[in-house]
């Protein structure tokens, strides 16, 4: 199998870390050659990476124009590798608006190359005639979050298969039952966007400078997320109390450690929950992308309050999303124990939901693959 080539494209460095798992079950099964877009964990796992993957990890309309005329000649040069090495099967991973530009393209040039999606597109929030456009040149859909596959049944898009969420494959402590939590200790999650970051850290610094005062000996942690150690640092640099800023290595310990949240919506929001981190939640876009909220077709942009169909985690978003509003918030949970404990109650119903008996998410994953390259 080892001269068999398996294309693979990611485009953020969540993709990264799933890619690099995946890549790790499919090499236990026999296929060792993996050729496309990927960041330094996937290329540590074996992969041979045609560029850069921050090349095409852009999100959000105002960068994906300024980056544009090198996003297409990354397209193209992507279609042409695919076509020239005759993949047994091309795999997405996230980054949509990249990966499936890609994936038309093969489909009308060579369409007898199975293509697999790993991680769904948001149809089920987000334009959801995608579902029934995909069904033309996607084969199947493996899903992070358990809701999806009736979310493609139900819109007519191709075959869809949850595997469960890699973050299942963290063993996450219960801090109720391994630590006592540490009152003084407040978690704060940016974003791992640039653009995020950028929004998101000036609003967070006056939260922790309107909250010093209620919290003795306020220690704030923030974990540096990939490639953003830089402008972490200068963004936190002008906040009143200086936070530690740990690594991607540390971050678990200091989940087990935190006592309360304040995060930028995303995959965070997963983490924080399956340690039992009660939070605050806040997002904040471009005025031009805000424009289209009216197409959002969902009641919560956070993923714990998807999972359960109940909005129990609070979210502020866009003009909710200010300093005095979040800092209300999060002294609210700081004093109402009950609210704490309602967040963490509703945790294990995530958890509950999540869990696949049997296997590991990326092996689930890569046994749904082979029966494609069979």
Request: charged share 20%; hydrophobic share 45%; with cysteine.
């Amino acid at each position: 199998m080892s001269d068999k080539v398996i294309f693979m494209i990611a485009g953020e460095a969540s993709g990264d870390l799933l890619g690099a798992s995946l890549i790790e079950s499919l090499k236990v099964r026999g296929y060792k050659n993996f050729i496309g877009v990927g960041g330094t964990l996937m290329m540590q796992a074996g992969l041979v990476s045609l560029f850069p993957m921050s090349d095409i990890s852009v999100m959000g309309l105002l960068p994906v124009i300024k980056k544009l005329p090198k996003i297409l000649l990354r397209i193209s040069q992507t279609i042409n590798a695919i076509v020239s090495s005759s993949p047994i099967c091309l795999i997405l991973i996230d980054a949509p608006d990249f990966t499936h530009r890609v994936a038309r393209r093969v489909r009308q040039i060579a369409p007898s190359i199975p293509i697999i999606n790993y991680v769904s597109p948001t149809v089920w929030a987000w334009r959801p005639g995608r579902a029934k456009k995909m069904a033309a040149y996607i084969d199947c859909v493996l899903a992070l979050l358990p809701f999806e596959p009736e979310a493609y049944q139900r819109l007519s898009g191709p075959r869809c298969v949850y595997v469960g969420h890699p973050l299942l494959e963290h063993d996450f402590a219960h801090k109720t039952h391994e630590l006592e939590k540490i009152h003084n200790v407040f978690i704060i999650m940016p974003g791992s966007r640039i653009a995020e970051i950028k929004r998101m850290a000036p609003i967070y610094g006056a939260v922790v400078e309107l909250l010093q005062s209620d919290i003795k000996d306020l220690d704030v942690v923030v974990p540096i997320a990939q490639g953003m150690q830089q402008l972490l640092l200068e963004e936190t640099g002008k906040w009143s109390v200086p936070p530690r800023l740990i690594s991607q290595q540390e971050k678990f310990t200091y989940f087990e450690k935190g006592h309360l949240a304040l995060v930028t919506s995303g995959l965070a929001t997963l983490e924080l929950a399956l340690s039992e981190v009660p939070m605050v939640v806040a997002y904040k876009v471009s005025l031009i992308e805000y424009f289209f909220k009216f197409l959002i077709k969902v009641n919560s942009i956070v993923l714990p309050n998807l999972i359960i169909g109940e909005n129990f985690v609070p979210e502020f978003i866009q003009d909710r999303a200010t300093a005095k509003i979040l800092a209300s918030a999060v002294k609210e949970l700081l004093d109402d124990e009950h609210k704490r404990c309602q967040q963490i109650a509703m945790f294990a119903r995530i958890r509950e939901a999540l869990i696949i008996s049997g296997t590991k998410p990326s092996h689930r994953a890569a046994e749904v693959i082979l029966e494609y390259l069979r």
